[in-house]
């Protein structure tokens, strides 16, 4: 039958509380990972990246963090606001693949005010 | 704050004709980069691009797709013999360097009738 495309995981907030988006990433080689925020109609919008060489990073709002054993990267946003309502996708990067970055399947996040 | 650019944001065409999408990169960024995003799916690499030479591709960017570096400042995909399922949300990013953020345009929507 015909694709209809992926069903996105949703997570629904409240105005004002903590998100966290997870990730799971594919390749233990992958040396460099990405958030990214797409809104409706936009292209994907860099939020924050981490390096394999760190666990923690933090942005305005905004923390990453990577757990390279189990390949989990998270997205932590503080006190979420309506704009951030969006699917988010991780991108890692695997080395010496010329920067090619392989997109997760995205998670709609909804804010409620 | 300097960004990517792409025209046209949406392309309508026969398939089997050829259609050149265009982009211009970010002024001082060396890497260069198209995605694709079918509707309701993720991001997909098709191609990365340095030193006006292919970097890395992927197995959606066969024959019947090219990119080229004309001038100074645009970067162009072209797609020789469309087809149906080419029908997708195309994305030009770049970088200043691989491991560095990859800034996307905000997309061609092309149909293929």
């Known amino acids: 039958g015909e694709s209809v495309g992926l069903h996105l995981p949703t997570l629904s907030v409240q105005e004002g509380d903590n998100s966290i988006i997870n990730c799971a990433y594919s390749?233990?080689?992958?040396?460099?990972f990405i958030w990214y925020k797409q809104e409706s109609g936009k292209g994907p919008q860099f939020i924050i990246d981490?390096?394999?060489?760190?666990d923690k990073r933090q942005g305005q709002r905004v923390t990453v963090l990577l757990n390279k054993t189990v390949k989990h990267l998270s997205l932590q946003i503080a006190a979420t606001q309506p704009g951030d309502s969006a699917v988010y996708f991780c991108?890692?990067?695997?080395?010496?693949?010329?920067?090619?970055?392989?997109f997760g399947q995205g998670t709609e996040l909804s804010v409620k005010p | 704050e300097p960004e990517v650019t792409q025209t046209p944001s949406h392309q309508v065409t026969q398939m089997g004709q050829e259609v050149i999408l265009r982009c211009v990169p970010i002024?001082?960024?060396?890497?260069f980069y198209w995605y694709r995003q079918i509707l309701g799916q993720k991001v997909e690499f098709l191609v990365s691009?340095?030193?006006?030479?292919?970097?890395?591709k992927s197995e959606i960017f066969d024959d019947q797709f090219s990119v080229e570096r004309p001038d100074g400042s645009n970067f162009t995909l072209k797609i020789r013999s469309t087809k149906l399922e080419d029908s997708a949300m195309y994305f030009c990013?770049?970088?200043?360097?691989?491991?560095?953020?990859?800034?996307f345009g905000d997309g061609t929507r092309l149909s293929i009738l």
């Open positions: 991108a890692e990067n695997i080395n010496n693949q010329g920067g090619k970055l392989i």
């Open positions: 390749n233990s080689a992958s040396d460099y």
């Open positions: 691009f340095y030193n006006n030479e292919i970097s890395e």
């Open positions: 981490i390096r394999s060489n760190m």
């Open positions: 990013a770049s970088s200043v360097w691989l491991n560095q953020p990859q800034h």
């Open positions: 002024s001082n960024h060396l890497y």
